[in-house]
């Protein structure tokens, strides 16, 4: 299954389709206002143990502006949903793993799906600071789709990588609430997780505090569970100082428990 036509997309934006028969799949999810650019490294690192890996675009995604601002959480939710329906017809086993937004993203299926065999979360945006809440509880108040600058450049630490990000570095505050949605129906899915789940996370992050990535271990539903510290990283840890660390970590725990030949048609 694809995200639609690719013209109007930001190049280097697409969705990652690295699906080549074999038995296994792992299906990423990126973050809100960004784009699986973000996790292309992580995404040939996982083919590269045979893994079939999807990464979509998700809607209003790799765009512009004002196809982000006409997207909303459903239609985020719906269309990760649908991926994984798909990509769990064609594969013994399919495992789940995101990046902030896809993180809580990836919680809401596992909660769903409770033979996911392994769920990542990375950096998993699972509640937001007061000055966002407020905003995003009262964003009509604020221009609702008046666009807003985002970017932080603690975000990615590493300059060179920085530079290659295609990601809005904007939103509005009705996606805002939006965003605030998705995080509260993950948060609400946790108790409910059965499957093995790892959460990877930076002590310096400047987007989630440390005591968020400490609650989300701690309301997981999951026998198995696992929070393991990154350092010197920002946010986008897939792409940030670290990143082998990441990578695995991400595989060894998916490795674990993700069952089935890694087969090549």
């Known amino acids: 299954m694809t995200s639609g036509p690719q013209a109007d997309i930001v190049h280097g934006a697409e969705t990652i389709d690295m699906q080549e028969g074999n038995s296994r799949g792992i299906l990423l999810l990126h973050g809100f206002g960004d784009t699986p650019q973000t996790l292309r490294l992580l995404a040939e690192y996982l083919h590269g143990a045979d893994y079939d890996v999807l990464a979509p675009l998700l809607p209003g995604h790799g765009r512009n502006v004002e196809s982000f601002a006409g997207s ?41 799906y409770h033979d996911t065999p392994s769920l990542v979360m990375m950096a998993p945006y699972m509640d937001m600071t007061l000055t966002h809440k407020i905003a995003a509880a009262s964003y009509w108040l604020w221009g609702a789709d008046t666009p807003r600058k985002s970017s932080n ?3 990615i630490r590493d300059p060179a990588e920085r530079v290659k990000n295609v990601g809005y570095g904007a939103y509005t505050p009705r996606l805002l609430h939006e965003l605030s949605i998705v995080a509260a129906a993950a948060r ?22 440390p005591e968020v990535a400490e609650e989300t271990l701690a309301s997981l539903g999951s026998k198995e569970k696992r929070l393991v510290w990154i350092e010197g990283a920002g ?31």
Request: aromatic share 6%.
């Open 235 to 265: 946010h986008i840890i897939t792409v940030d100082y670290g990143r082998e660390h990441v990578f695995l970590e991400v595989r060894e725990w998916i490795d674990a428990h993700v069952s089935g030949l890694a087969t090549t048609a």
């Open 72 to 112: 909303r959480s459903a239609d985020w939710t719906e269309f990760a949903r649908e991926e994984l329906k798909a990509m769990r017809a064609s594969h013994e086993s399919v495992a789940l793993a995101g990046l902030s937004m896809g993180g809580a993203l990836a919680a809401i299926l596992a909660a769903e």
């Open 188 to 209: 609400r899915a946790l108790p409910r997780i059965t499957s093995p789940a790892l959460i990877v996370q930076s002590r310096t992050d400047p987007r989630i505090k």
């Open 153 to 155: 450049p603690g975000s």
